[in-house]
């Protein structure tokens, strides 16, 4: 197993080994309209996604060596729909092991795609997914241990809906693609050839991988075309570390109405939003005015490197995007929106509730367990600067594919509190929901107690948390850090339920 890693690194991934050369995008903001990812509705005929890979056009006059599912860069946008199955089949393309993690779905271990559920070089993956939980936006992605960084570096991730027929949609824009808009947000590093740059040890291990270009659905600091009224935007940060702190240049407010596992019970009106590693957030914004609009993001406050000028650590990263020219300090455009009068908006008004919300039912937690997110490994020291495996821990325990860390009772609840000093994690649970109870003593605010499957924490959070699916000692859940240098260093546990 380790061999075939080694051999891959070392091959298949070259592209995204190269040192950063310093480019930068030469990519005008608004440059690029949209990709708006093709939509393959999972219910009824079976489908098929295979890993392979390509050649993007990120920047002008290159092109970019890249992985995707199915296309070159990222993969379809998969639509479920609850009380379905789901017929899917993931043949591999590659030279490397890849897994398709069904990030959010609520199913066995065994179906979950995680580190235990490789398809080598050239096999396939064939799976009957059952839906059952409500409308949300979820992703996909390969989870192969200590490699998955870099495969989702490459372009080996999508975004899932899920759609409730039973749930009423309370006049909720979903037109797919015209007023409900997906939103792949990544960073990304170009080296001169317009190849990937991506580096993962040092600093670039300790705090996670940072790069100096947003894409968005693969396409640089892009346009979007919506029509003149309200358009529902779903946001996954698809990136590998960076956190977005999301905000309109003009200041216009807008309102979330989903996290992670779905729908909040009522729309929150807000001005900005964070947004960590793995976590969605659907929103409604209105563009009513017909006015063209930048949305910027503000500087990752996990980022060392942030309001330093680039080329620090000797020039091995790549500095922070640049300054956005209507932003405050540190703020980089994100991408632009831009109003067509000619595109009818379905919806004009904003719903004062919102059914079809998860429920957060979970009775009287039985246990408490603690889990502390440790930035070295317990006894074993180094590393660092050479591949990360074993560098971070758990409970100081780093990851361990033979060794299951917790056994779980099904339908149980628990209390988990979790811990970590030096840095914000956001921390992911597979195969449930979770609610947030309280961070560092205090209640959250209402649009954090929708249930979640990645919280973003730094001191103490208390969850409450219930699997109520199968993961067994052969194919176990994972819990771990969606920073994914660090998840691949061993910030990740692994647990049965029984
Ligand atoms: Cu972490």
């Given at each position: 197993m380790k061999l075939t890693r080694r051999t891959f690194l070392a091959g298949a991934s070259a592209g995204l080994a190269l040192p950063y050369l310093s480019k930068g995008a030469?990519?005008?903001?608004?440059g690029q309209p949209l990709p708006i990812p093709p939509l393959v509705e999972a219910s009824g005929s079976p489908i098929e996604l295979e890993a392979i890979g390509g050649q993007t056009g990120f920047l002008d006059g290159a092109t970019t060596a890249s992985w995707g599912y199915?296309?070159?860069?990222l993969g379809p946008v998969l639509r479920l729909k609850r009380g379905e199955q789901a017929h899917i089949g993931v043949a591999n393309r590659l030279s490397s092991p890849v897994t398709s993690h069904w990030h959010g779905m609520h199913v066995p271990a065994i179906l979950d795609?995680?580190?235990?559920l490789e398809i080598a070089p050239g096999a396939r993956w064939d799976i009957e997914l059952p839906v059952d939980q409500p409308a949300a936006t979820l992703w996909y992605h390969s989870h192969v241990h200590g490699i998955t960084a870099e495969h989702v570096y490459g372009g080996l991730a999508g975004m899932i809906i899920v759609d409730d027929p039973?749930?009423?949609?309370?006049?909720?824009?979903?037109?797919y693609g015209v007023d409900d808009i997906p939103l792949v947000i990544q960073d990304r590093a170009f080296n001169a050839d317009g190849s990937f740059a991506y580096v993962k040890r040092g600093p670039a291990l300790m705090h996670g991988f940072r790069a100096d270009t947003v894409v968005v659905n693969g396409a640089v600091r892009p346009q979007a075309s919506v029509p003149k009224g309200l358009v529902r935007l779903r946001l996954l940060?698809?990136?590998?570390a960076r956190i977005y702190h999301l905000r309109f240049a003009d200041n216009r407010a807008f309102h979330q109405i989903a996290s992670d596992a779905g729908f909040l019970p009522a729309p929150v009106r807000m001005d900005g939003i964070t947004v960590a590693p793995a976590e969605r957030v659907e929103l409604l914004v209105d563009f009513s005015d017909g006015k063209a609009v930048t949305l910027l993001s503000g500087p990752d406050?996990?980022?060392?490197?942030?309001g330093m000028m680039g080329g620090m650590m000797g020039g091995m990263l790549p500095g922070p995007p640049a300054q956005a020219?209507?932003?405050?300090?540190?703020e980089f455009v994100v991408m632009r929106f831009s109003p067509d009068r000619e595109k009818t908006a379905a919806s004009q008004t904003i719903p004062t509730r919102l059914e079809g919300a998860p429920t957060?039912?979970?009775?009287?937690?039985?246990r408490t367990r603690e889990f502390v997110l440790n930035m070295h490994a317990g006894g074993m020291g180094g590393g660092m600067m050479g591949?990360?495996?074993?560098v971070m821990s758990i409970n100081d325990a780093s990851y361990?594919?033979?060794?299951?860390?917790i056994r779980l009772q099904r339908g149980e609840t628990e209390l988990w509190r979790i811990r970590a000093d030096e840095m914000a994690h956001p921390f992911h649970v597979h195969g449930t929901a979770f609610k947030v109870l309280r961070l560092n003593g205090e209640d959250v605010p209402f649009e954090t107690t929708?249930?979640?499957d990645v919280f973003l924490f730094q001191g103490e959070a208390d969850l409450l948390v219930r699997l109520d699916h199968e993961a067994t000692d052969a194919v176990p859940f994972m819990l771990h850090c969606h920073i994914l240098e660090h998840e691949d260093a061993g910030m990740m546990a692994q647990f049965t339920v029984e």
């Open positions: 030469s990519a005008a903001i608004g199915s296309q070159s860069y795609g995680g580190p235990q039973e749930a009423p949609n309370a006049g909720l824009p979903q037109t940060n698809g990136s590998n406050f996990n980022d060392p490197m942030a020219e209507e932003g405050r300090d540190g957060a039912e979970f009775g009287e937690s039985v591949g990360g495996m074993g361990d594919p033979d060794r299951i860390d929708g249930l979640k």
